[in-house]
């Protein structure tokens, strides 16, 4: 194919904008998926996708589109629209020249909308606005011009009006691909580079790359060196995606496909690494990507001990594949070896928990989520604590600092002040208001993320009655008044349930907690105290009453003294008992954190 009739391009939005669906009317007006195969959602192949109706992993699709007599080829990278998966949208980027930015017609400019579009401008991609679903009854196209005109600094008159459901200007949009999205740059008679974009693994044919070539070509057979770590292969098999594998005997400069050498070792493989020929020895690599910044962290640990190394294993794996996703080993008091995990949100958390025990069979115990903060101790080091168990005693912290974000809330003008005290109260500073339409308003905030993560998503739909979105982007760290809440379970700590938090907020957090423990632990023979404390203060108790047999059943009157006796007696036999008791704590309640906050 010659690089000039090569178009890469992917597709941003807000989730549920329709992007799945307009490109599955591109693979179908371009003859790439028969009538047979045609299925909606065609690219979404993870069974969670299908389940959940979300794009979790960015996907590529090769498509040739015939226009007078010229033959395109249009490379298709279908991105997720959610703010955990934003990851997945910065890499699909940095392999395309355009992007056609999808713009729900009657829900409008979005939150991730204006995120994605700054995205977009800063690596410099070409942008074709859409606005999609034109033929709702609740459609207001020339409304959704005006915002995109006010909120995106795009001029509204680009914008192509499509029905990626009943197909209505989906030839227009095919047509300003070819015409406008510049042809791949790259030299193709310089040495080979090509990027590795994303990466997954086969049992049977070890990983699979898919790559970006950037300059020269690629063909079967070609001995292939990976940059990052010098290591060797032969190209066994190379292909596009059509949306399935399907083998070619070169690729050329600006295409997009797959890369297959046999590589059975995970940790070989890289995104964001360039391959070059072995024989070239002078090529300089590609820039690759920046490190993903994990935003929340978690324990996981294999329900079984002896599950560590497949735990590890199936972590290794899902890295490849998910390269936001991070992990390192940890130990725990009450959970044993694990691993402390890192994530870009809550909903990619529980993601990655539901891939482990389908791809790999490994039942998981999860921990309390936390956010990462940043100390500075009285020698003036700083350093980042992933873990509440990570935190030095008091006296050498001289600052504890927590992560704060830019929120952008887009909601209709009704609901500002629902908005405003809903954010204050979660230690929110108003930064600005700015109307993007007739009665529609994006708000500006700087709040704590720790404050947004957990149900704030949730409390923000009941508060808008479900219009408003939200996005937002991690600024820095500023000190504040934290402290770390220990949960003390029977006088033992409990290290897997301890949280750092506010001071202020650490006495109704404690006790939200302490009761959602109490309906999870079982009773035991003995009473089981259940307590918060902040240092060596106790905020917060709740009592676990003991399971009691009627001792004094078979005393009919009589003396009550005699009744005492056996009460006393009791008594002191379940003062022993505790002494050498353990408290079962279930798995369940380890993510009793989670619910608590609304309870607060």
């Known amino acids: 194919m010659k690089q000039e009739h090569i178009r890469n391009f992917s597709i941003i939005a807000h989730i549920d904008h329709g992007k799945s669906t307009l490109a599955d009317r591109f693979l179908q007006v371009t003859n790439t998926v028969g009538e047979r195969d045609a299925r909606a959602q065609l690219l979404d192949n993870m069974d969670l996708e299908r389940e959940r109706g979300i794009t979790i992993k960015a996907k590529a699709a090769s498509m040739d589109y015939v226009r007078d007599g010229v033959t395109y080829r249009l490379n298709l990278i279908d991105t997720p629209g959610h703010v955990d998966f934003n990851y997945e949208v910065e890499r699909a980027m940095q392999a395309c020249e355009g992007a056609l930015l999808l713009v729900d017609a009657s829900q409008g400019v979005e939150a991730q909308t204006v995120h994605n579009t700054v995205l977009a401008e800063q690596a410099d991609l070409h942008l074709i606005p859409v606005i999609n679903k034109i033929d709702l009854a609740s459609a207001r196209p020339d409304e959704v011009v005006e915002e995109i005109e006010n909120a995106l600094a795009i001029e509204g008159e680009r914008a192509v009006l499509a029905s990626a459901k009943t197909g209505i200007g989906v030839e227009e949009i095919l047509n300003r691909i070819v015409d406008e999205i510049p042809a791949p740059r790259g030299d193709k008679d310089a040495p080979l580079r090509a990027l590795i974009y994303d990466a997954e693994f086969n049992d049977y044919r070890g ?134 995990c890192g994530f870009l949100g809550l909903l990619h958390m529980e993601i990655v928990q539901e891939r482990l025990e389908r791809e790999s069979g490994v039942d998981v115990v999860q921990t309390a989520p936390n956010v990462t903060y940043e100390l500075l101790d009285n020698e003036g080091a700083t350093k980042l604590i992933r873990s509440p168990s990570e935190l030095p005693d008091p006296t050498h912290i001289a600052e504890l600092r927590e992560p704060i974000v830019k929120l952008n809330v887009v909601a209709p003008d009704e609901f500002v002040g629902a908005i405003m005290k809903l954010t204050i109260e979660r230690r929110g500073r108003f930064l600005k208001q700015e109307y993007i339409g007739p009665g529609r308003v994006l708000v500006g905030f700087r709040v704590p993320l720790a404050e947004i993560i957990f149900d704030f998503f949730d409390k923000l739909k009941s508060a808008t009655r479900g219009y408003a979105t939200m996005d937002y982007e991690l600024e820095g760290y500023a000190a504040d008044a934290l402290v770390k809440m220990r949960i003390l379970v029977n006088g033992e700590e409990v290290d897997a349930l301890s949280s750092i938090a506010h001071k202020d907020h650490c006495e109704p957090r404690g006790r939200a907690i302490l009761k959602v423990l109490r309906k999870e632990i079982r009773r035991h023979l003995f009473k089981v105290a259940l307590q918060a404390a902040v240092g060596g203060k106790i905020v917060a108790r709740e009592d676990i009453a003991p399971v009691r047999k009627d001792v004094t059943s078979k005393c009919y009157g009589g003396d009550i003294s005699r009744k005492r006796k056996l009460l006393e007696k009791q008594k002191a036999g379940k003062k022993r008992m505790k002494m050498v008791g353990n408290v079962e704590i279930p798995q369940k309640a380890f993510l009793a954190v989670l619910g608590t906050r609304e309870k607060t």
Do not use: W
């Open 207 to 340: 990983v699979i790359m898919h790559v970006r070539i950037v300059d020269g070509e690629l063909s079967a057979g070609d001995r292939v060196r990976l940059m990052a770590d010098g290591t060797r292969h032969e190209a066994l098999e190379i292909g596009v995606f059509r949306p399935h594998l399907t083998p070619v005997k070169r690729l050329g400069t600006g295409e997009v496909g797959y890369l297959i050498a046999n590589i059975k070792t995970l940790n070989e493989v890289r995104v964001g690494d360039t391959i070059c020929l072995e024989k070239d020895r002078e090529v300089k690599p590609l820039p690759g990507y920046r490190p993903a910044r994990a935003m929340v962290y978690c324990g996981i640990f294999p329900v079984q001990n002896g599950d560590f190394d497949d735990l590890r294993t199936a972590l290794t794996r899902l890295q490849l594949n998910d390269s936001a996703f991070s992990f390192m080993p940890e130990s725990s008091d009450a959970l044993g070896f694990g691993f402390r």
